[in-house]
């Protein structure tokens, strides 16, 4: 196990850090970005050239832009994890300290508490389409309820089609009650996650780090993961507004977070999330059924695999240990979709970073 500790503490021109970051140079043209985090890179230590064991620098063709794939090239790389990372991305001692403390909390005092069979769910109509039957957040969450409840945990959904969702309040009020997981499956940035009413792409329904202050779930922590473009991009800074040639892209993407929605969660003290899973870049996902299997494409690619995939590792291979949950999630999606054979499926596991302790116990150690 191998646990970074430390985030962005400064620099406007220049980013500063107290743990370096690996941007990858995957440009999906998509226009919205062509370089984004990855924490991947320090857990993909080696490969495999001719059958031997070789260090993977994720620059395989030596110009010193990593992780690279353009129309004018890519870098070879392996991508399977070699380690379980995880990182604190804190920003200061107190935060460092805090997470000591929470992370302490939660393996000596939950295993055995009522709390943690529960699980809340939170999503909506991701992609509505009138000709896409599939509500793709509601979808996804109800896959994670049924792998869960092989091993006794019980889910509260929150929906947007049965108005279980209508604001932040429900899922504050949720998350309040103790849950041991806590599944978001929608849409984000690095300051919000929302979804949208069935077929009603003009309304947004979600949660923002401003509501964050109101959780009251202490010493019931859950491991979150949360399916949304950016909700972990931790390189955010409220100094991003001192780029003002930038200004209006970075106000429009929410740059400016004083922190992301996926470490904000969790580094907060006696509340919130012990640690959360989601992505550092633009998110994807399947709609319809395009392969005419039955079988809903949401759930059989991207972004909505990856995050049922965590939950069947936990539920059916029994996999408690965090890092090895998410880490054996990624080594059983690179196999299924070999990333060098699509630029898409490599973007989805270089970005979905684990922001917690990857030796954490999850439902804590018995005492």
């Known amino acids: 196990y191998v646990m970074l500790v430390g985030g962005r503490h400064g620099g406007i021109g220049t980013e500063k850090w107290w743990c ?23 857990a993909d230590i080696y490969k495999y050239d001719n059958g031997n064991a070789t260090f993977d620098d994720w ?44 992370i302490i909390t939660y393996e000596t005092t939950t295993y055995g508490q009522d709390w943690f069979k529960k699980m809340v ?23 994670s309820k049924d792998y869960m409840e092989e091993v006794g945990i019980e889910t509260t959904t929150l929906f947007t089609s049965d108005n279980t969702l209508t604001g932040p309040d429900d899922i504050i009020n949720a998350v309040s009650q103790g849950c041991g997981f806590l599944n978001f499956e929608g849409h984000g940035n690095p300051m919000s996650w929302a979804n949208h009413p069935p077929y009603d792409g003009d309304t947004w329904i979600g ?4 509501d964050f202050h109101k959780f009251s779930n202490t010493g019931m922590y859950p491991v979150c993961m949360i399916g949304g473009c950016h909700n972990s991009q931790f390189n955010v800074s409220i100094l991003n507004l001192l780029k003002f040639g930038e200004i209006k892209d970075i106000y429009y993407k929410s740059e400016w977070s004083p922190e992301s929605f996926g470490w904000w969660i969790v580094r907060m003290a006696d509340k919130g999330a012990i640690a959360s899973i989601g ?5 994807y996902g399947a709609i319809g059924d395009n392969n005419d299997d039955g079988i ?16 069947r590792v936990y539920a059916e291979e029994g996999k408690d240990i965090l890092g090895e949950t998410y880490g054996t999630t990624l080594t059983n999606y690179i196999m299924k979709f070999p990333p060098m054979e699509d630029q898409i499926d490599a973007k989805t596991v270089e970005e979905w970073v684990l922001l917690g302790d990857p030796s954490l116990k999850i439902g804590g150690y018995p005492s």
Not at 122 to 140: A, H, K, M, N, R
Request: proline fraction near 4%; include cysteine.
């Open 121 to 143: 769910g939170i999503g909506g109509d991701t992609f509505p389409d009138q000709s896409d039957p599939y509500y793709d957040g509601e979808l996804s969450i109800l896959e």
């Open 207 to 210: 949660i923002d780090v401003m």
């Open 279 to 283: 992505n550092t870049g633009l998110g």
């Open 296 to 311: 809903p494409d949401t759930l059989q690619f991207y972004g909505g695999f990856i995050d049922g995939e965590f939950f």
């Open 59 to 102: 620059d395989s063709n030596g110009n010193g832009i990593f992780a690279e794939w353009k129309m004018t090239g890519r870098d070879k790389m392996d991508f399977y994890p070699d380690v379980y990372i995880g990182r604190l991305a804190c920003r200061n001692s107190y935060e460092a300290q805090k997470m000591v403390e929470k």
């Open 20 to 42: 370096p970051v690996r941007y990858t140079h995957l440009d999906d043209g998509s226009h919205w970005e062509a370089s984004y985090i990855s924490d991947l890179y320090y």
